[in-house]
């Protein structure tokens, strides 16, 4: 499938499913099943599997532009989306053949939804740290135990990726093994249902895992090289994902201002507020802003994808300037729209509670800047 049709499909499941479902998955807190079905349907959560394990072969720019026409209409969904696109990119760049047949396979024939359990309470937004315990029983069977927390899509994936902290004794702190945990695996126990200031339809779950037995064909990669996972495919992909997502969200927000200010009339003068020179100015700016924070994330996953090593500053960068992006374009066009964008279940209402997300869901904004900085003066990335 060439780019141009995945985009084309991204964009009418959007339209026809997603647009149609966002404000009700909002209200209700409800994980956006239609939405994911439809996406299984047209092939689009095979996006980042490689073609030769029967996917679409696609890599971060792809990622970044389908979850920018997702989040234009529900950044819910299109989170829910991007973390299956990230766990199985996790999946799949180092996939044992029996984890290409057994997993991969069905993720690609649209008949497994999966998802991302790294964050944890006891280390929050430093995720490459988990405290999570890998044991190996009498069995030979691996074991888990420890808290995972903010699991999207959980509850409803059919498998989710858990990094926990390495096999090895030896290995260096921040080194960490990820594991495939099937749903359903005896010791799960999932927290309360999601109820977020926004990204409500989320499902994003803590899980209790109590000696979860699961066997050792489900480990990713070797017991901790884990590290290299997470600057070659966690960060960028996570990253891509989220960006492209409030990227969407910006995007939508210029659009529901720009109809605002066309729409809106006063009697006294019968001009709208589109006639007005300061209208249009602060249009103008609002548009630059957009375009100029989509060139950096397209650039940055351009890169990512050809293993330009300058990839990552942009990746980092390019989140960070999508959230600052996102928030200031929503407040702006929330003031432009005046009353009917602050009025509650407004479009501009949801979009202002979702994209505050951005700069939370990490890497959050300012360990980005401070990343990119440390790389530019060529410091190790993490510092602590
Ligand atoms: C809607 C949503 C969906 C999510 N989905 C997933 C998911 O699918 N899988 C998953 O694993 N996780 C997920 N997360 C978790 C997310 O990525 C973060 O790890 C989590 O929100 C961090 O929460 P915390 O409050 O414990 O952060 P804390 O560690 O308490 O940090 C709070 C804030 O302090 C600041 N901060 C902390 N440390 C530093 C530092 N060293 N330098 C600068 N600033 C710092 C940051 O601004 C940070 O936002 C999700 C989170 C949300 C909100």
New binding site residues.
């Given amino acids: 499938m060439d780019l141009d049709t995945v985009i084309a499909r991204a964009r009418s499941v959007a339209a026809e499913v997603l647009g149609p479902q966002a404000r009700s998955v909002d209200e209700e807190g409800r994980w956006p099943e239609p939405g994911i079905r439809a996406l299984q349907d047209t092939r689009l959560t095979a996006l980042t599997i490689p073609e030769d394990q029967g996917g679409l072969g696609y890599g971060l720019l792809a990622l970044a532009r389908v979850c920018e026409e997702l989040g234009r209409e529900c950044a819910s969904t299109s989170?829910c989306f991007g973390?299956h696109a990230v766990a199985t990119s996790v999946i799949a760049a180092k996939a044992t053949s029996t984890q290409q047949s057994q997993l991969l396979r069905s993720i690609a024939e649209g008949k497994h939804i999966t998802?991302?359990?790294?964050?944890e309470?006891g280390?929050?937004?430093?995720?490459y740290y988990p405290q999570t315990k890998l044991s190996l029983n009498e069995n030979a069977n691996l074991v888990l135990s420890g808290t995972?927390?903010?699991?999207?899509?959980g509850g409803y994936a059919n498998s989710y990726v858990v990094s926990t902290v390495s096999a090895d004794p030896d290995a260096p702190p921040g080194h960490f093994s990820c594991v495939v945990l099937p749903a359903g695996t005896k010791g799960m126990q999932w927290g309360p249902s999601w109820s977020?200031v926004g990204?409500r339809g989320?499902s994003?779950r803590s899980l209790e895992l109590n000696d979860v037995q699961i066997p050792r064909a489900n480990l990713l990669g070797n017991e901790g090289d884990q590290i290299w996972y997470v600057f070659n495919v966690i960060t960028p992909y996570f990253l891509v994902a989220m960006a492209g997502t409030y990227l969407g969200v910006a995007s939508a927000a210029l659009d529901e201002a720009r109809k605002n200010v066309k729409e809106r009339r006063h009697r006294h003068s019968g001009a709208s507020l589109a006639d007005n020179q300061v209208i249009q100015h602060r249009l103008g700016s609002i548009w630059a802003n957009v375009e100029r924070t989509r060139a950096l994330l397209y650039l940055a996953a351009s890169k990512g994808d050809t293993g330009d090593p300058d990839a990552l500053l942009g990746l980092f960068s390019a989140k960070a300037e999508v959230a600052e992006c996102a928030v200031g374009v929503v407040g702006d066009a929330m003031t432009l729209s005046g009353g009917r964008g602050y009025r509650d279940g407004s479009t501009l209402h949801r979009m202002l509670r979702d994209v505050q997300?951005s700069?939370?869901?990490?890497p959050?904004?300012?360990?980005l800047r401070?990343w990119t900085g440390r790389a530019l003066l060529s410091l190790p990335i993490l510092s602590?």
């Avoid at 998802?115 to 964050?119: E, T, V």
């Avoid at 280390?123 to 995720?127: L, P």
């Avoid at 995972?148 to 899509?153: A, E, W």
């Fill in positions: 989170i973390m998802s991302l359990a790294l964050s309470p280390t929050g937004t430093h995720f995972k927390c903010f699991v999207t899509n977020g990204m989320n994003s997300a700069h939370i869901m990490a959050a904004t300012d360990t401070t602590e």
